[in-house]
């Protein structure tokens, strides 16, 4: 535990730069982990379902499901990281679990999902090849500020914000590349602003 965290942030919003200093805890004791009912193993990942399948690979949802069995249940939002992957993602709702491999993430009283999934994203752990990795994962320090307070929420909400404006750009960006390609129906509009 080597790790050194300021006590306060030097960038904050306004409103709570008078709040005073983060708390910091192993990530082990900020959260819970959670063991679905099953797993769907990767041959039965589905094109279409009702209930999206989650596993460590880099992609949000793998694959679908229509088995109710599989879901987890859990008061949701939760964190999912990808033990040998060290990928980390967010579930907003009900999700199988796809083959083996992640570690679902109930967040404690003290943290909110939403601020965890981006901390983690913005601190990753560094993967050291095809190990599990969820034993390192639990001693990661994480700075966080009181939940009371509302400024998670806040950090969360901005960063999330940022993430789907940049998740829209690389779409309209990849767009553009395929019809730079000529790789676009000669039907399908396109617009460059």
């Known amino acids: 535990m080597s790790e ?3 006590p306060i942030p030097s960038l ?3 409103e709570f730069r008078d709040n005073g200093p983060w708390g910091v805890k192993p990530l082990g004791a900020l959260v819970n982990t959670i063991t679905p009912p099953k797993k769907i193993q990767t041959s039965g990942y589905s094109p279409s379902g009702r209930f999206p399948v989650i596993d460590q690979s880099p992609n949000d949802i793998c694959g679908w499901t229509d088995d109710e069995t599989a879901l987890v249940q859990a008061d949701f939002p939760l964190v999912i990281f990808g033990d040998h992957t060290c990928v980390v993602k967010v579930a907003e709702g009900p999700f ?10 109930a967040p404690s009283s003290d943290v909110e999902a939403r601020f965890l999934h981006q901390y983690l994203q913005a601190n ?3 993967q ?6 969820f034993s390192a994962l639990k001693e990661k320090l994480i700075s966080f500020p009181p939940l009371e307070t509302g400024e998670q929420q806040k950090i969360a909400d901005c960063l999330t ?3 789907k404006l940049i998740r829209a750009e690389t779409a309209k960006l990849e767009s553009l590349k395929m019809h730079k390609a000529g790789d676009l129906p000669p039907t399908r509009s396109l617009s460059l602003m």
């Open 124 to 126: 990753p752990l560094e």
């Open 161 to 163: 914000s940022l993430d």
């Open 128 to 133: 050291d090849g095809y190990r599990r990795h």
């Open 4 to 6: 050194a965290y300021p």
């Open 96 to 105: 199988a679990q796809g083959a083996d491999g992640i570690k679902i993430l």
């Open 12 to 14: 904050r919003f306004p």
